[in-house]
């Protein structure tokens, strides 16, 4: 008799407790235009449910919107907040403001959502702090069946394997056998005094060609017309050094000028080109040490001397197809007057 009548008093009182819950959850929100609204007001302990954060106001109102931390209290975890969303009221001036967040708790019995303000400046610059009502929640726990036997843990179960189990041993294999590939490939060509890897040499042009080219560049850029003379024939001879020193093998870049001179006389026996050479590398060096200014025919006419040296003294023959002028046309060059 005495536990029937504990169990009589316990049902009283929760039913007591339900009553009240109840009746808090259904309180009208008081005119106010806030509201706090859960999908559920029970649910079973951990598992998630949403709530619907609302707010009404005026168009053209500055909402400062609920700051939410990872919990509500102590009790309500929340799992995720979506994106406030504002939808405007047709027919009226008025604007909702809703969000929407994902809750848990993982303790038993009732528990509540504590009240949560909005601030709200409206367009004639009130400030309004509006308090939602607070929402009673209930977790039930999972119920046990006393009555049945009392089971062990399911053993683990085996998930089937995929090819991303094997992808790093795959990625390990090849990585060992292109090692492996490398290594014997080296030897073999170590052997035989070969490189490992034959990278195609960029076909070089003949030395004739980049100098006629370099000399078309520096006749392009007006140099002298810019009154910078001395770097005129300062890069006008450092081309032909460059030449000399490609097309014959000569270190002009180390000589003098009665040295580079002599040295060309071992590998041309024409004597217009060293006259040519001769009349330049002098009228250079006027330039550049003596601080002589040529006038600019002879400007012109050290340009002329430079390309026709080239061109005797070139490798191959030189055709009016590849770009570059011929003999015939240098000759006439040398006369000043075509200048």
């Given at each position: 008799?005495?536990?029937?009548?504990?169990?009589?008093?316990?049902?009283?009182?929760s039913g007591i407790i339900t009553i009240l819950a109840g009746?808090?959850?259904?309180?009208?929100?008081?005119?106010?235009?806030?509201?706090?609204?859960?999908?559920?007001?029970?649910?079973?302990?951990?598992?998630?449910?949403?709530?619907?954060?609302?707010?009404e106001t005026g168009q053209g109102s500055v909402v400062e919107w609920p700051v939410l931390g990872d919990t509500l209290t102590r009790a309500i975890e929340i799992i995720s907040k979506s994106k406030s969303d504002t939808v405007k009221v047709e027919g009226s001036d008025k604007m909702v403001i809703k969000q929407v967040i994902t809750i848990t708790s993982f303790d038993t019995g009732f528990i509540v959502i504590p009240p949560i303000a909005f601030r709200v400046k409206t367009k004639t610059g009130a400030i309004q702090e509006l308090v939602s009502e607070p929402v009673m929640l209930e977790v039930i726990s999972v119920r046990v069946d006393a009555v049945k036997?009392?089971?062990?843990?399911?053993?683990?179960?085996?998930?089937?394997?995929?090819?991303?189990?094997?992808?790093?041993w795959l990625?390990?294999?090849?990585?060992?056998?292109?090692?492996?590939?490398?290594?014997?490939?080296?030897?073999?060509?170590?052997?035989?005094?070969?490189?490992?890897?034959?990278?195609?040499?960029r076909q070089q042009k003949p030395p004739h060609v980049l100098a006629l080219g370099m000399l078309d560049d520096l006749r392009k850029e007006q140099v002298w017309q810019k009154g910078q003379i001395k770097e005129y024939y300062t890069r006008l001879t450092?081309?032909?050094?460059?030449?000399?020193?490609?097309?014959?093998?000569?270190?002009?870049?180390?000589?003098?000028?009665?040295?580079?001179?002599?040295?060309?006389?071992?590998?041309?026996?024409?004597?217009?080109?060293?006259?040519?050479?001769?009349?330049?590398?002098?009228?250079?060096?006027?330039?550049?040490?003596?601080?002589?200014?040529?006038?600019?025919?002879?400007?012109?006419?050290?340009?002329?001397y430079a390309k026709t040296i080239v061109?005797?003294?070139?490798?191959?023959?030189?055709?009016?197809?590849?770009?570059?002028i011929t003999n015939t046309e240098t000759q006439e060059n040398r006369n000043p007057i075509n200048e």
């Amino acid at each position: 008799m005495k536990t029937n009548g504990i169990n009589l008093q316990n049902r009283i009182i929760s039913g007591i407790i339900t009553i009240l819950a109840g009746f808090i959850f259904l309180l009208p929100s008081v005119a106010s235009a806030q509201k706090v609204t859960p999908d559920t007001t029970r649910f079973l302990i951990g598992s998630q449910i949403n709530v619907t954060l609302e707010l009404e106001t005026g168009q053209g109102s500055v909402v400062e919107w609920p700051v939410l931390g990872d919990t509500l209290t102590r009790a309500i975890e929340i799992i995720s907040k979506s994106k406030s969303d504002t939808v405007k009221v047709e027919g009226s001036d008025k604007m909702v403001i809703k969000q929407v967040i994902t809750i848990t708790s993982f303790d038993t019995g009732f528990i509540v959502i504590p009240p949560i303000a909005f601030r709200v400046k409206t367009k004639t610059g009130a400030i309004q702090e509006l308090v939602s009502e607070p929402v009673m929640l209930e977790v039930i726990s999972v119920r046990v069946d006393a009555v049945k036997d009392i089971r062990d843990i399911k053993p683990i179960l085996q998930a089937p394997y995929t090819l991303r189990d094997f992808l790093p041993w795959l990625l390990l294999a090849a990585a060992i056998g292109l090692l492996a590939t490398l290594i014997w490939f080296y030897i073999r060509n170590r052997k035989k005094n070969k490189p490992l890897i034959r990278i195609p040499a960029r076909q070089q042009k003949p030395p004739h060609v980049l100098a006629l080219g370099m000399l078309d560049d520096l006749r392009k850029e007006q140099v002298w017309q810019k009154g910078q003379i001395k770097e005129y024939y300062t890069r006008l001879t450092d081309i032909l050094r460059d030449y000399f020193e490609k097309r014959f093998g000569v270190n002009a870049a180390e000589m003098t000028s009665e040295e580079i001179i002599s040295a060309l006389k071992d590998h041309t026996g024409e004597v217009s080109v060293l006259s040519d050479l001769k009349k330049l590398l002098t009228l250079s060096d006027l330039a550049k040490f003596a601080k002589v200014k040529p006038i600019g025919a002879e400007n012109e006419l050290s340009m002329t001397y430079a390309k026709t040296i080239v061109l005797n003294t070139a490798a191959a023959p030189v055709s009016e197809d590849a770009g570059i002028i011929t003999n015939t046309e240098t000759q006439e060059n040398r006369n000043p007057i075509n200048e």
